[in-house]
């Protein structure tokens, strides 16, 4: 089975301040992904990162996949009320591997901002 | 707009019940997910199924069971309710095929089960 560690597990910021999610693994995927929880709600797709190396901004957040694609972050810039909420990693098995077509999550961090 | 629904949102059954969850998708979508998230742990996949009556263990499959007898309904069974299923159980969708070929994966609201 494949793992996937994300840090920290609980964040609490003062508004405008920036943060950094950090998700490893000694696993290699052929993707990974970000997402977003609300209380009640399922999590929604943030973004999909596929090559290594590869950046995506989607305004204030900025995501990474490493090169060697065993690991992510995710850094948001000036951070809002907003962006509280649950923030999720979730890695996609490479194709002839047992985790083929599946999805393996992070714990998770739980992402406090304060105004 | 694309719609994973989840029939029960909050459930109590007793130890031994046998209690089924249920999902619909209307997106016509091949493969359907179904995981449950603790605190701490992110989500655990339990089953999925890529097509009608077709279905593969995830990572935590036991005490667990699953039924896909139509493309846009996937059934979640808990055969005999233990207290450790007590958890928040998340259904969710995507066309076939794999994450980085766009197919975005959409997720209920999720069911929140006690056991007692």
């Known amino acids: 089975t494949q793992l996937l560690e994300q840090s920290p597990q609980f964040l609490s910021i003062q508004e405008g301040e920036n943060l950094t999610v950090y998700c490893n693994s000694s696993s290699v995927f052929s993707s990974l992904q970000w997402y977003r929880q609300e209380p009640g709600e399922g999590p929604v797709l943030l973004v999909t990162?596929?090559?290594?190396?590869e950046v995506k901004k989607l305004k204030r957040l900025t995501f990474q996949f490493g090169d060697a694609r065993k690991d992510s972050s995710l850094h948001i810039t000036a951070a809002q009320p907003g962006d509280t909420g649950l923030y999720l990693c979730?890695?996609?098995?490479?194709?002839?591997?047992?985790?083929?077509?599946?999805?393996?999550f992070g714990q998770g961090t739980i992402l406090t901002v304060h105004p | 707009d694309v719609k994973v629904t989840q029939s029960s949102r909050y459930l109590v059954k007793r130890t031994g019940e046998k209690v089924f969850l249920e999902c619909v998708q209307d997106m016509d979508h091949e493969n359907m997910f179904w995981y449950r998230q603790d605190p701490g742990l992110g989500l655990r996949l339990i089953y999925f199924s890529y097509d009608v009556k077709m279905k593969e263990k995830g990572d935590i499959p036991e005490g667990y069971s699953v039924s896909r007898e139509k493309k846009e309904r996937f059934s979640l069974i808990l055969e005999s309710a233990s207290t450790n299923q007590t958890s928040m159980y998340l259904c969710a969708s995507s066309l076939f095929g794999r994450a980085y070929s766009g197919n975005t994966i959409y997720f209920g609201e999720g069911s929140w089960l006690t056991v007692v």
């Open positions: 979730a890695g996609e098995g490479r194709r002839g591997g047992t985790s083929y077509g599946k999805l393996t």
């Open positions: 990162v596929v090559t290594g190396g």
